[in-house]
């Protein structure tokens, strides 16, 4: 209805000019006079600024709008944790019972709907994370992040990861297989009827970006590719065979040679020093050489070039996926007599590679009655993807893993033409296939991969992306040269199909040591030291994994000849039975830090390079001064994680201490050396020496190092180069102290002053004149980045997705492994992924943290509230018993079968 009326001059009165009601009194009334008089000073102001306010009033509410829709999108992915949700292909009823931290205990009456549960779980918190993985070990990253992701697609499809685990599926047991299609199903009725904005911000983001998508549903194949990921990062010491070789290039063999340090046996006690294999006497001299006998070929320019480019493009793969280096990890297991409860504890730490979300996700799978129907009941770290636990226990047994590395990759020169390879002298036609790598917003690149009798030319991958980068995206194929090249095949044990799928779940199921045993058995890939103990008081240790036997001509540290015969590996592998293992051994405890396992007098070649041992042997000392003191609890296991004692400052700092500096500005951070504890805190006492040190450590590194490596091969400053510098400390003439770039020749007293000098300049700038105010805290910083948005180099979406800034403690070759790569930064690139202790003799008085959340949603409470409680070495209680979960439960979400 229109309104008609007029005034007493004829005229329409203005409903602003109309007279208002009485404005109410108290504060509404307030507002009311507040408001009236502003509308009224408003429309006395002249029309363009009244134009001009309607136009920012415009912009802010889009903005409000913008903000509000944003909220709504970042949030509604959030996991529904109460009430009931129906789903399909349940046998009955499963409880999702999660505490205040989010973590998950699943309670069901079937092994299958313990499976839909967890996978129904992992896909609430954490599918685009899952998806991501699978795009990733297929070779399809692409498809979601365009061409920045083809160069790690082409490396991945020339392995073929996701081909071998399609292989693998019909070598496991028909429970495993049925356990991972019942964890598929739980993640497929989560996704069911479901819209990307539902499942994950990440794919909003996406979206906006022109991406149209839906994700295919989750398969057991799904679930096996993640494990050659995690087999990848732990794979040994493939880019040391290229480093060799690329530093005796660079430097020539002999001054290569000292980079590269004897493993010292003598100094370091082996993670098994009695059992069975250890025990024997071996007098197997010639079997010895067949896997020990070094060739060091002198490869052509060519040759080389292809080390160099593969080189080059791994390190360009995503640091998720791994790298290789950089990594390890603690574990130990201490035996009831030495414990204040009586029984075993054991403790765990991996090393790994840090992200948002970190790789673990802590949760409990329990059948209500455990019994030959449904008899698993076990609580741990598991890998979103992955049905089970992966580290944890069960009613009956623990176990942890630190990486074994062996030397289970080889890399192989080969001599190719067109299409065939050079082997004993005759030509061999190469196996050839092709693929077609998908990619989001621009054309289809082709690839062509070729396989010898070795493994894939995964050199090829480097040579065909200069073409696809010279063609900007137009269909590339194989180049293939006018005469013989040099290529590089990648022998790898994981690209055999295994069935360390089904050591998971029989691990999970373990309840004595022969159980633990034969489920370790088929854990072939990656290989693990396995630490173990039990309710009934045993401890225990297991070495498991494929690893190969070579013949004489290779002993895996380099890069072998691939046409001699003699490099060849045999086919066979190092026998299960023969690996090393111990039963309760007489210290009563077990040490494993990725040092060698055995002497050197062990009969089969597993590798020289293990890590040096710094770890292991303070972790020894820790462990020892304590147990002469008294039995030890789980609050000593947990300090002993934290120990932040650097391994190299003993043995640098009385050199640095020598050296005579100006008094005043030059020598503020030499003082603070006097009564250093060689501890390295974030803050309070010893910080600012730990500051100094670390700084002068990466500016001796660049000093002693720059002016004749190339930047590919610089120090990490790892326990390598540790070892590489304490032995040129006793050499003050040798010609690595000397900087080619000057006229003057240095000796070791120089190079030492000038990084103090430098070192001093440069904590100025990055904190402060006062050396009293350093902390090492202050530039080893944790940051948390989304491995894939979280680099988008988008501003919103970075700060969105990635959690930043925490100061720690720690550093490379320290127990608190909180590694930096002195080439790079102080920034923290790996470490502590979690850290647990478990108590057998009580599972309720367990500890665990994880390092970021259990969430993969940044709008999530549980994204990253472990981080802070991990930053500062707190844990949480680990509760295991029914009613200790019942009563720490927050929220309970019922599954019920769908009509």
């Not at 250890?278 to 007098?283: A, T």
């Not at 050199?459 to 200069?466: K, P």
């Not at 504890?677 to 990466?698: I, K, L, R």
Request: hydrophobic content about 40%; charged content about 25%.
């Amino acid at each position: 209805m229109t309104d008609t009326s007029t005034n007493s001059a004829g005229q329409r009165p203005d409903p602003d000019d109309a007279p208002s009601p009485p404005p109410p009194g108290g504060p509404a009334g307030a507002v009311a006079r507040f408001l009236g008089g502003t509308w009224r000073r408003f429309r006395a102001l002249p029309l363009p600024m009244r134009l001009a306010a309607y136009v920012a009033a415009g912009l802010v509410l889009l903005l409000v709008l913008t903000a509000a829709t944003a909220t709504v999108l970042v949030r509604r992915p959030l996991p529904q944790t109460g009430g009931t949700v129906e789903i399909t292909g349940l046998d009955g009823e499963v409880e999702v019972l999660r505490d205040e931290h989010g973590i998950a205990q699943v309670y069901a009456d079937t092994m299958g709907d313990l499976a839909r549960g967890q996978g129904f779980v992992h896909a609430q918190e954490r599918f685009f994370e899952m998806d991501v993985r699978r795009h990733a070990t297929a070779g399809r990253l692409a498809e979601l992040f365009g061409e920045d992701a083809v160069e790690s697609d082409a490396y991945v499809r020339t392995m073929g990861w996701r081909r071998v685990a399609e292989k693998e599926v019909a070598l496991l047991t028909p429970d495993t297989r049925a356990f991972l299609e019942a964890y598929a199903d739980g993640v497929n009725a989560y996704l069911e009827d479901r819209g990307t904005s539902s499942i994950s911000v990440e794919y909003s983001v996406l979206r906006l970006g022109g991406l149209t998508y839906t994700p295919e549903e989750w398969t057991p194949v799904d679930s096996l590719a993640w494990l050659k990921a995690m087999a990848w990062d732990l794979r040994g010491n493939m880019d040391d065979e290229i480093a060799r070789v690329l530093s005796a290039d660079a430097v020539g063999e002999e001054r290569a040679a000292a980079l590269f340090p004897a493993y010292p046996y003598d100094e370091v006690t082996p993670i098994v020093t009695q059992g069975a294999v250890v025990d024997q006497v071996y007098e197997q001299d010639a079997r010895r050489g067949q896997t020990r006998v070094p060739l060091r070929p002198g490869f052509e320019a060519d040759q080389r070039s292809a080390l160099r480019d593969l080189g080059d493009g791994l390190a360009r793969m995503p640091a998720w996926l791994g790298r290789g280096e950089g990594i390890g990890s603690n574990s130990w297991v201490v035996a009831g007599e030495h414990t204040a409860s009586g029984s075993p504890l054991l403790a765990n730490d991996p090393h790994l590679g840090t992200s948002l979300p970190g790789v673990w996700m802590q949760m409990g799978l329990h059948c209500r009655d455990v019994g030959p129907a449904c008899p698993l009941d076990v609580s741990g770290f598991t890998f979103s993807g992955v049905p089970g636990v992966i580290i944890g226990h069960n009613a009956d047994i623990a176990w942890g893993f630190t990486n074994l590395g062996p030397d289970v990759t080889d890399l192989f020169v080969e001599r190719v033409t067109d299409e065939d390879v050079l082997h004993d002298g005759e030509l061999r036609p190469l196996r050839i296939r092709e693929e077609v790598i998908r990619v989001q917003g621009g054309q289809d690149v082709r690839l062509t991969v070729r396989t010898s009798s070795h493994g894939p030319l995964v050199s090829d991958v480097a040579e065909q992306l200069g073409e696809v980068a010279e063609a900007t995206g137009d269909d590339i194929g194989t180049f293939v040269p006018e005469d013989e090249e040099a290529a590089i095949a990648l022998q790898w044990t994981a690209l055999q199909p295994g069935t360390t799928a089904d050591a998971i779940l029989a691990l999970n199921l373990a309840s004595d040591w022969d159980a633990f045993r034969a489920a370790a058995s088929d854990f072939e890939a990656p290989a693990q030291n396995l630490v173990y103990a039990d309710t009934e008081g045993h401890i225990g240790y297991q070495a498991p994994g494929r690893i190969p036997i070579r013949k004489s001509g290779n002993d895996g540290t380099v890069p072998s000849a691939g046409w001699l015969p003699e490099n060849d590996w045999t086919g066979a592998f190092v026998p299960y039975d023969a690996l090393p293992s111990v039963l309760d051994p007489d210290e009563g405890f077990v040490i494993t830090a990725n040092q060698a396992v055995v002497g050197p007098r062990y009969p089969f070649f597993l590798t020289d390079d293990w890590d040096r041992g710094a770890r292991s042997e303070r972790i020894r000392s820790l462990l020892t001064d304590r147990l002469e003191a008294g039995p030890v609890d789980v609050d000593d296991m947990l300090e002993i994680q934290l120990d932040t004692r650097n391994p190299m400052a003993p043995v640098l700092v009385p050199h640095l201490l020598d050296v005579d500096l100006p008094r005043g500005y030059a020598d503020d951070g030499q003082a603070l050396l006097d009564d250093w504890d060689f501890s390295q805190p974030a803050e309070g006492e010893h910080s600012a020496a730990a500051a100094y040190y670390n700084v002068v450590w990466a500016n001796l590194l660049e000093l002693l190092f720059a002016d004749e490596l190339p930047a590919d091969l610089a120090p990490d400053g790892g326990q390598r180069w540790m070892a590489v510098v304490a032995d040129l400390l006793d050499e003050p003439d040798n010609g690595w102290w000397d900087d080619l770039v000057t006229e003057e020749v240095e000796r070791r007293d120089d190079t030492l002053e000038r990084a103090m000098l430098e070192a001093r300049d440069e904590l100025v700038r990055l904190q402060a004149r006062d050396a009293e105010s350093w902390t090492w805290g202050h530039v080893h910083r944790l940051d948390l980045r989304s491995a894939t948005l979280g680099e988008s180099g988008i501003a919103p979406v970075e700060a969105l997705l990635n959690r930043d800034d925490w100061g720690v403690g720690g550093g490379s070759g320290i127990v608190d492994a909180s590694s930096w790569d002195a080439a790079e930064g102080y920034t923290v690139t790996a470490a502590p992924s979690m850290r647990l202790v478990t108590s057998p003799g009580d599972w309720d008085a367990s500890r665990w943290i994880n390092l970021t959340g259990v969430s993969g949603h940044p709008a999530s409470p549980h994204y990253t509230d472990q981080t802070d409680l991990w930053a500062v070495g707190d844990t949480l209680p680990w509760l295991f018993g029914e009613d200790a979960v019942s009563d720490a439960t927050e929220d309970r979400l019922v599954l019920r079968p769908a009509d």
